[in-house]
């Protein structure tokens, strides 16, 4: 195993990048909790950082590191271009080959590499031949349940030069529907060298545990476990590295940090902008209490900031008292 991959991945827990949400202020409220753990960015387009170079997208503290960069595209020469002009902000280099999203596929992107191996493989050789950090991928099972590659590709992206393997447990077609299949990552765990780290219905400490005994796994990356509560891959990781137990956040405490992330946003986006941009984390922060759909469906709806932190106050009120 690479010694830098090695450090980087020793808490045996990163954060899944997801586009539009794994931002620089998730990122710093999941560093509150956890020192150790692998952030990654969310997805970057190489055709518009060849074109801009986005400072929000780029942003990050010293204390985000390690943290891991994703990059996408089709292009070999453009993305390793773009992965050389990151090394200044990244400990690592992800490639997304994954994204089933159709505007992403359509354009040859993310999980539409898997049908097209070697180009995936050219795009890995030349990003590799580029940067001094370690490079990673991120992939899928397949592009469909017939298209089932995922042990060929993985073999694949280690001969052409990946130092890490994230492998999300569903296919293309699945999106992120239907149940990730975790012990097919064993499989691919099998028959490569190099670290793999299992992604896909990670939401707790005891479906990490699970996912890690079917998938054999070298951790696991979470993504959609990490909206509504960011101190999870800090308790998924304290657990996998002590055996202590650490019960999630209570209701109080998830709309405290829910405040922090709005205010944050705010500070980052402007304040029309960042109150709007917090309107897709609300339903997660905001569940298991009566009459929850209904404030959540009125805080959607919100533009003044000092009527959202009345509410949230009002709801502490009403459901967090002693």
């Known amino acids: 195993m690479n010694s830098k991959v090695k450090t980087l991945i020793s808490s045996r827990v990163s954060l899944a990048p997801m586009a539009g949400i794994t931002d620089y202020v998730l990122r710093s409220l999941v560093r509150k909790y956890s020192k150790t753990c692998l952030l990654t960015t969310e997805m970057i387009s190489s055709e518009a950082l060849t074109q801009v170079k986005d400072t929000v997208i780029t942003a990050r ?8 960069y994703q990059l996408s595209g089709h292009k070999p020469q453009m993305i390793a271009n773009c992965a050389k002009y990151l090394e200044e902000f990244a400990d690592m280099i992800d490639i997304n080959m994954g994204c089933p999203v159709n505007k992403v596929v359509k354009g040859t992107d993310g999980c539409a590499l898997m049908r097209n191996p070697d180009l995936a493989a050219e795009i890995v050789r030349t990003v590799k031949d580029s940067i001094s950090k370690p490079l990673s991928v991120k992939f899928r099972l397949g592009y469909t349940f017939d298209e089932l590659n995922y042990v060929e590709f ?18 293309r077609s699945q999106m992120y529907g239907g149940k990730a299949d975790w012990k097919k990552i ?13 992604n896909g219905d990670v939401i707790s400490i005891e479906s990490a ?3 890690l005994e079917e998938s054999e796994a070298d951790g696991v990356a979470i993504g959609r476990g990490a909206l509504g509560d960011p101190s999870l891959l800090y308790r998924v990781e304290k657990y996998l590295n002590t055996g202590e137990y650490l019960p999630p956040p209570a209701l109080d405490e998830k709309i405290e940090t829910l405040k922090l992330h709005i205010l944050e946003e705010m500070e980052l986006r402007g304040e029309d902008v960042g109150i709007k941009f ?9 569940s ?4 929850a759909s209904k404030l959540r469906g009125e805080l959607v709806l919100m533009d003044n900031p000092d009527k959202v932190f009345q509410t949230l106050d009002n709801i502490t009120f009403a459901f967090c008292r002693l």
Do not use: W
């Open 154 to 171: 993985g073999q694949k992206m280690q001969e052409a030069g990946a130092d890490f393997i994230t492998i999300h447990a569903r296919t």
């Open 288 to 291: 298991g209490f009566p009459g």
């Open 61 to 68: 503290d010293d204390n985000h590191s390690p943290i891991s």
């Open 278 to 286: 917090c309107r897709k984390f609300i339903p997660y922060y905001l």
């Open 209 to 211: 545990i699970q996912c």
């Open 186 to 198: 064993a499989e691919l765990k099998h028959n490569v060298d190099i670290p793999v780290f299992a």
